[in-house]
């Protein structure tokens, strides 16, 4: 659900976070990617610096209705003459959060406001929160940038994926044939004491289920030295070969230990 008088695109991505409470569950990082549209930012230049403020509010509630964490801050936008071009080219600007919370179902709770022309946007965005130390083999969302979404200049990037991505991530989810797509989580495995491969398979399906596209890796149990710890993964696809329409990203992990279990998550995307 949303109100559009300052629209904006929401993606968030739930990761293994740090410890909580003696004996409870690790909280997990919500990182949360904002895209807001430029067409109703009101930029006001003077001696060649193209200012405006964005007042931001992100909040999680639990099932209960409690705010478990969030807050209100402000992002005061700066730009030079080659930026501001750059985000009225790519048609916004990117901006990056994170949250911390326990395991369970949350409503994310988003608000923008555009302090020059007073243009305000929500978003109200369900996520399910999993507990990555239950299960033997357990998974982070996905992060996916691309090289046409890279053109959006991020305000602050998330160092997170400074590393394992060749852009921020970005919550587009429509992309032009032949753009170049990345894609990075993290695979927990909670069974690395007893030694065992771990695979991982990211596929693409067309609207028809057909896989138009399969990779695969492998990681050894003994990457995390017997410690419960997660696998890096990053891929990349070329999207050429994709004809226009809509399709599913799926990454899958397998276990190879006892019972072989598996995680996955799915992205919806299309090609135009």
């Known amino acids: 659900m949303a109100v559009s008088g300052l629209p904006m695109t929401v993606f968030a991505a739930p ?22 549209d430029a067409s109703r930012l009101k930029f006001v230049e003077q001696n060649g610096v193209f200012t405006d403020k964005i007042e931001l509010s992100l909040f999680a509630a639990d099932a209960s209705d409690k705010i478990r964490d969030g807050g209100q801050d402000e992002l005061d936008l700066k730009l030079r003459s080659q930026t501001h071009d750059a985000v009225q080219k790519a048609g916004g600007i990117r ?30 965005y369900d996520l399910d929160v999993p507990d990555f130390s239950k299960s033997d ?11 046409f979404a890279s053109r959006m200049p991020t305000a602050n990037p998330d160092p997170l994926f400074k590393d394992v991505l060749p852009a921020a ?19 927990y495995d909670n069974a690395a ?7 991982i398979t990211t596929s693409v399906l067309s609207d028809e ?25 990053s891929t990349q696809i070329a999207t050429a070969q994709f004809p226009p329409g809509r399709y599913v990203l799926r990454v899958e992990a ?3 230990a006892k019972n072989n279990p598996t995680a996955s998550r799915e992205i919806e995307f299309r090609i135009k």
């Open 209 to 233: 289920g057909k896989v138009v596209y399969t990779t695969s890796d492998e990681r050894k149990s003994e990457e995390l030295q017997g410690s419960r710890g997660g696998y890096g993964y």
């Open 15 to 36: 990761f293994k976070g740090s410890a909580a409470r003696p004996g409870a569950s690790p909280n997990a990082t919500v990182n949360i990617t904002l895209e807001l």
């Open 95 to 124: 901006i990056t959060r994170a949250l911390e919370v326990p395991p369970g179902k949350y409503q994310m709770r988003i608000g923008a406001r555009e302090t020059n022309g007073g243009a305000v946007g929500t978003v109200v």
């Open 193 to 199: 004491s007893i030694s065992h491969r771990v695979g």
């Open 254 to 256: 397998k276990s190879y």
């Open 137 to 147: 083999i357990t998974m982070s969302g996905i992060a996916v940038s691309s090289a």
């Open 169 to 187: 991530p970005t919550a587009m989810r429509e992309f032009p044939r032949g753009d170049a797509l990345a894609l990075f989580a993290e695979v």
